[in-house]
């Protein structure tokens, strides 16, 4: 079971917008930031977000990141078929004195 | 280009050890945290380690203390994972990742090298 809790899987319509939470605790997105990691099965995992909602060069900005206490959360924006892949929170954890990512989120793009 | 590629990884029996490398380029190698983070077959990310720039400082999952341990020569652009007493349970891809500052930030994945380990 991972430390960070994000829902299997989420869907939404070409075009529409969707959101991925993360829940976690004090000891790690309440006091640490949180990044954001997308996957494409087969490959590598890219980094999509930064310190909560920054976005590395080349990502579009559709994609967007927001934190509220002990959860963050993921917003994309203008789906589109490419956009289907599985997405991870990551923080560090003070207690466990490591990293941590939740356990994933399959998006699919209907 | 900014690069990370991975080597050493095999088929290998519980038990066993396997040592992986990673060669870094196109950055200055020296001044970025590394980690290692794996993958086990149809699951998600599971951090494995952290070394700081120097190696000074390293960092293990409470999964692989005591039986894996992170280094790194700057003066080679290489970043190592040595792994013993392996178990079934480590299978999986390990993939090298090169950090941000200090935000935990991870913005820069090789495409990984593959370890299976049999029973």
């Known amino acids: 079971q991972s430390v960070l809790t994000q829902p299997p899987s989420v869907s939404a319509a070409p075009g529409q917008k969707v959101t991925i939470p993360c829940s976690g605790s004090?000891?790690?997105?309440?006091?640490?930031?949180v990044s954001w990691y997308q996957q494409v099965p087969g490959t590598a995992p890219k980094l999509l977000i930064y310190?909560?909602?920054k976005r590395p060069s080349g990502i579009p900005d559709r994609f967007s990141g927001s934190n509220s206490g002990t959860s963050a959360t993921l917003a994309i924006t203008g789906l589109h078929t490419g956009d289907e892949a599985d997405y991870y929170c990551?923080?560090?954890?003070?207690?466990?004195?490591?990293?941590?990512f939740g356990g994933g989120t399959k998006l699919t793009v209907l | 280009e900014v690069q990370l590629v991975e080597s050493g990884g095999g088929l290998v029996k519980a038990g066993g050890s396997l040592r992986l490398s990673c060669a870094a380029s196109?950055?200055?190698?020296?001044?970025?945290?590394m980690n290692w983070v794996r993958q086990a077959p149809g699951k998600g990310l599971e951090w494995v380690s952290s070394i700081t720039t120097g190696g000074s400082y390293k960092f293990h999952a409470d999964s692989v203390r005591g039986r894996f341990t992170i280094s790194r020569d700057n003066a080679k652009n290489s970043l190592y994972l040595q792994m013993n007493n392996l178990r079934v349970e480590d299978t999986g891809v390990y993939y090298c990742v090169r950090e941000i500052g200090s935000t935990s930030s991870m913005d820069v994945w090789g495409r990984g090298t593959t370890v299976t380990v049999s029973s």
């Open positions: 990551g923080t560090w954890d003070s207690s466990l004195s490591g990293k941590v």
């Open positions: 196109g950055f200055t190698f020296s001044e970025k945290s």
């Open positions: 310190e909560n909602n």
């Open positions: 004090s000891s790690n997105i309440g006091n640490h930031y």
